[in-house]
């Protein structure tokens, strides 16, 4: 075990340094969103609040309930019942959390925020999240820059946004404004069996040559090489081809996708990346795996009959209850897909994800932020790291705690990648229609012999009809 991040402080200050500087603070361009998200009912008559004071500088209703609903998903609910909801009630113990956890976030949500009756505290999170750029739009997230400029919990003398790592506020920013704390800190890469690696003798892949070659080995022991759910991750696998795609041609080649430029997703990068991965597809991935959900396909790695799994480092977490004893956690970067990438082997994607929001026109907003607010307390983040194997965007919240196998070895790769981290893509978050089509064109491309061209063309199609929509309310990054 070693000691968390000690040594790759700098390292994760300049990721989130690049998150604010690329441009995470989303602009409009023109028209209107066209997800589902209406207005609902005017504001409630009265929402509760109370008086502001030192003590409780958002002004609650220190005796109004708050309801929270968490996305029950990889990093499990227990953050939530066991440690963020505890230390509330500990400084507010006459407001009554009400407490709900689901895995269809806008199948359960997205009815209550358009009928004006929503949660006051959600996360939005999973398969099956909610479109928050039209959340914003539509007027239903609260404005979070009074949280973020109240004092924190428990950091005597520094506001909120004083105590997390540089661009964490930037990175759920809409229109100059903060809408949404993304609070947990994901490193993304192959995920494998170490104990399984060592017992065969099996190296690390650092090429494209070195990967299909240790692919061939590994599904000539009877074990399939590579895998990801089609049923619902695929979004794992548009992650991994995209951030192959960063590391052939830097971290623009995103950028113009996330900015809609034509021609975007037909650039050699992309291009290069879909092909490569399309042969993966095409020899090494079991094709049943299309039809399985996530938690499947990671069962049958727990169980060594899948070697490689695209995820992020929320995976030790959430299959903790099915790893067996000699099953060890480990992750390594994408392998390099050409002699002429222009960022290393060792780059990586990593960031600050998993969104956070008070609803404007929940029954208690203030009562939602008060309980990010707990949530961002150096106390709570400890604690759900150590419940979830995660960090969080809290600075320095698990500096000297010994952590798990799998989250030692995202540590480790995090060094390896020293100033090669990127951010990564946006527009799964900004375009709903632009990532459900990217995740059915991955899966043609991964489980049906699509080639690299069909894919880009796809694609590249789908982007263009969503730039050309009137409707759809753009943003960019820089």
């Not at 099996?202 to 494209?208: F, L």
């Not at 089609?230 to 995209?242: E, H, Q, T």
């Given at each position: 075990m070693t000691e968390i991040f000690a040594k790759t402080e700098v390292d994760r200050r300049t990721l989130l340094r690049r998150a604010a500087a690329v441009g995470l603070m989303a602009t409009p361009a023109v028209g209107l969103l066209s997800a589902c998200v209406g207005g609902g009912d005017d504001e409630p008559t009265t929402q509760s609040t109370g008086t502001k004071s030192a003590d409780n500088p958002l002004g609650i209703d220190t005796k109004a309930g708050v309801e929270i609903v968490i996305f029950n998903g990889g990093l499990g609910t227990a953050y939530a019942t066991d440690v963020d909801t505890p230390a509330f009630n500990k400084k507010w113990p006459d407001a009554k959390i009400t407490y709900s956890a689901t895995e269809q976030i806008s199948t359960v949500i997205q009815p209550r925020i358009n009928a004006g009756n929503p949660p006051d505290m959600i996360n939005n999170s999973g398969s099956n999240l909610m479109d928050f750029g039209a959340i914003v739009k539509a007027g239903q997230a609260a404005d979070?820059?009074?949280?973020?400029?109240?004092?924190?919990?428990?950091?005597?003398?520094?506001?909120?946004?004083?105590?997390?790592?540089?661009?964490?506020?930037?990175?759920?920013?809409?229109?100059?404004?903060?809408?949404?704390?993304?609070?947990?800190?994901?490193?993304?890469?192959?995920?494998?069996?170490?104990?399984?690696?060592?017992?065969?003798?099996?190296?690390?892949?650092?090429?494209?040559?070195?990967?299909?070659?240790?692919?061939?080995?590994?599904?000539?022991?009877?074990?399939?090489?590579?895998g990801y759910a089609?049923?619902?991750?695929?979004?794992?696998?548009?992650?991994?081809?995209?951030?192959?795609?960063?590391?052939?041609?830097?971290?623009?080649?995103?950028?113009?996708?996330?900015?809609?430029?034509?021609?975007?997703?037909?650039?050699?990068?992309?291009?290069?990346?879909?092909?490569?991965?399309?042969?993966?597809?095409?020899?090494?991935?079991?094709?049943?795996?299309?039809g399985l959900k996530h938690t499947e396909v990671q069962l049958q790695q727990d169980q060594d009959k899948v070697a490689f799994y695209p995820c992020g480092s929320w995976l030790e977490n959430e299959q903790a209850k099915d790893t067996p004893?000699?099953?060890?956690?480990?992750?390594?970067?994408?392998?390099s897909v050409t002699a002429a990438d222009k960022l290393p082997a060792t780059a990586i994607n990593a960031a600050a994800g998993e969104i956070y929001f008070a609803a404007a026109k929940g029954k208690n907003p203030q009562g939602g932020k008060e309980y990010l607010r707990a949530m961002l307390s150096k106390e709570a983040a400890l604690g759900f790291t150590k419940l979830t194997k995660s960090l969080t965007v809290v600075a320095g919240a698990s500096d000297g705690q010994t952590i798990s196998p799998g989250l030692t070895s995202a540590n480790d790769m995090l060094t390896k990648a020293g100033q090669d981290v990127f951010v990564g893509y946006l527009f799964d978050t900004w375009y709903k229609k632009l990532d459900d089509e990217s995740r059915g064109a991955v899966n043609d491309l991964m489980f049906k012999g699509g080639d690299a061209q069909k894919f880009c063309d796809r694609m590249e199609a789908a982007s263009q009809a969503v730039a050309k929509d009137s409707s759809v309310t753009k943003f960019t990054r820089s």
């Open positions: 979070l820059t009074d949280l973020f400029a109240a004092p924190s919990w428990d950091v005597a003398g520094k506001t909120v946004a004083e105590t997390l790592v540089p661009g964490a506020v930037e990175q759920g920013t809409y229109d100059g404004k903060p809408f949404a704390m993304n609070y947990s800190y994901t490193v993304f890469g192959l995920w494998y069996n170490k104990k399984l690696f060592e017992k065969n003798s099996w190296t690390i892949p650092t090429t494209w040559a070195d990967f299909t070659a240790l692919c061939d080995k590994i599904k000539a022991a009877g074990i399939t090489p590579f089609g049923a619902n991750a695929s979004y794992y696998m548009v992650r991994a081809l995209l951030t192959s795609a960063a590391k052939i041609g830097t971290e623009q080649a995103l950028k113009d996708i996330d900015n809609l430029k034509p021609g975007a997703w037909t650039a050699e990068p992309i291009k290069q990346a879909a092909q490569a991965w399309g042969e993966i597809g095409n020899k090494y991935i079991n094709k049943t795996f299309l004893a000699g099953f060890e956690y480990a992750v390594c970067a994408f392998p």
